[in-house]
């Protein structure tokens, strides 16, 4: 037990800890709400208040909070063996058993696990790896990365740069701007212009139009690599058209372009699968990027996962005395590995994933409930992933002006019934742990109508969007 009262800790955390995405204007103010406990379903702060967690803390507690089965596991393998190097030819037992388990559940050859500490690392060392490749095999000029407008790929430089949540950059310095580009985000809300009025088959193509014509562009001998998540989370929770994966996918084979999936949220069972790209979107990657539901959050993890094809290259020696020097310190750390273990274990014993399937498309509809809301403006997603966005008028989609903030108010709202959902801009993102009940997915509809009512009160609509 700590030693601090709420109010010290609060006072430490607004003194000392600087929080990623902190929103400076407001935070030396308001100061963070600190959460102290969680189970299940909730978390619990520090004045005693209880919250539906509707974002599983972030896109990642797919088991729920407080499982005392994994804190035995971690516990174990702490007092077990709790660190030794991973670099050369030492290993783990549970590195080792968990990237033999990755491997049969991954689609197709996905053989083969680079472990990282997150999905930034994952992201960057996936790249890496690319250029490496293309290294090997005498494709030198082989560098361009092509992702997408709205994608969110991470924090650390180059998975910064690869996003293309381009107000994330304010200030920021790019890096590899001239490998790094991006195409249109694969959304049926709002579409390039040129799209606008096209039915979803030929606003596919449009958009597997551009991406070849990119390549082109670009020059097929000089592009390494296509990233995407199979559905965008952190711009918008954004869906693509039908078909458009495996079209992107087939356009990637033609030109000699690998194809990287970000599943960083979208695996462990979000979309009722371990992994979707092949089982929900008919297209086998060359890698897979995982973090998140890895673990369910427990500990820090994250993966590529590599084909046979390009591990049969990067694995021959290069050169006398050559290495494979890329890793981490914490690589295949043997605690989160015993971790991803055990989480794995519980999402299959609990059948987690059908669980998902059964009421991932009960929390869509309910949600789609609120469309008489004024403020309604398009819910999309799919089963345990959804946005919900706010417009000026439900009936003309008029899109509201910045300054109403409208995220941040349903945000503040929902949080005063009892319920946390994720703000970004005029959209709020739900992304509860897979355990969710349907009276617990009514109880979360019923929360945010009254929120999104309460917002349209406060604002006295009428006058404030004129």
């Known amino acids: 037990m700590n030693q601090y009262s709420a109010k010290e800790i609060w006072e430490m955390d607004k003194k000392h800890f600087i929080h990623p995405y902190t929103d400076f204007s407001s935070f030396s103010d308001e100061g963070s709400q600190v959460v102290s406990e969680a189970n299940g379903m909730y978390i619990i702060d520090s004045d005693d208040n209880k919250y539906l967690d509707g974002i599983a803390g972030l896109w990642c507690v797919n088991i ?7 804190a035995e596991v971690i516990a174990e393998q702490v007092l077990k063996m709790q660190y030794y190097n991973p670099f050369g030819h030492s290993s783990n037992e ?32 996936a790249i890496r790896l690319v250029h490496f490749y293309n290294n090997v095999r005498g494709k030198n000029n082989k560098k361009q990365i092509i ?41 049926m809300f709002h579409r390039p212009s040129g799209a606008e009025n096209l039915n979803e088959t030929e606003y596919c193509n449009f958009l597997v139009n551009e991406f070849e014509n990119r390549i082109i562009q670009l020059g097929e001998e000089n592009v390494a690599a ?46 009722g699968h371990f992994f979707a790209s092949e089982t929900v979107y008919d297209m086998q990657p060359d890698i897979i990027i995982t973090a998140k539901g890895i673990s369910s959050g427990y500990i820090p993890l994250g993966a590529a996962i590599i084909s046979d094809r390009i591990y049969e290259v990067i694995s021959k020696p290069q050169c006398e005395g050559g290495l494979l ?8 750390h043997p605690v989160a590995c015993a971790a991803a273990l055990k989480n794995i274990e519980i999402i299959e014993s609990e059948n987690l994933c059908e669980h998902v399937q ?9 949600m789609k409930t609120l469309s008489n809301l004024k403020i309604f403006g398009d819910s999309r997603g799919s089963h345990l992933m959804l946005g919900l ?16 903030d409208i995220g941040n108010r349903i945000f503040e709202s929902c949080r005063k019934l009892g319920l ?47």
């Open 147 to 187: 992702s997408r407008n709205n994608a969110y790929h991470g924090s650390t430089y180059v998975a910064a740069n690869l996003t293309g949540i381009h107000a994330t950059k304010n200030s920021f310095d790019r890096v590899a701007d001239n490998w790094i580009n991006h195409i249109s985000a694969a959304d």
């Open 389 to 404: 966005e706010f417009v000026a008028d439900n009936e003309t989609l008029e899109p509201l002006p910045i300054e109403a």
């Open 64 to 70: 729920g909070h407080g499982r005392k089965e994994m």
């Open 94 to 125: 549970p590195g080792s058993i968990l990237a033999a388990k990755l491997a049969e559940l991954a689609p197709g050859d996905l053989n083969h696990v680079f472990y990282t500490t997150g999905g930034s690392t994952a992201v960057d060392s």
């Open 358 to 366: 059964e009421v991932g498309p009960y929390f869509q509809d309910k």
């Open 226 to 271: 296509f990233i995407a998540e199979p559905l965008m989370g952190a711009g918008g929770v954004l869906v693509a058209p039908t078909g458009y994966h495996k079209a992107m996918y087939d356009i990637c084979k033609k030109y000699d372009v690998l194809y990287i999936a970000d599943e960083v949220v979208t695996s462990f069972g979000r979309l």
């Open 325 to 332: 020097s890329i890793g981490y310190t914490y690589s295949g």
């Open 420 to 466: 946390i959902v994720r703000p970004l801009g005029n959209i709020i993102v739900l992304s509860p742990p897979l355990i969710i009940s349907k009276e617990q997915i009514d109880s979360m509809v019923e929360i945010i109508r009254k929120s999104m009512e309460q917002t349209i009160e406060d604002l006295k609509f009428e006058e404030f969007c004129s």
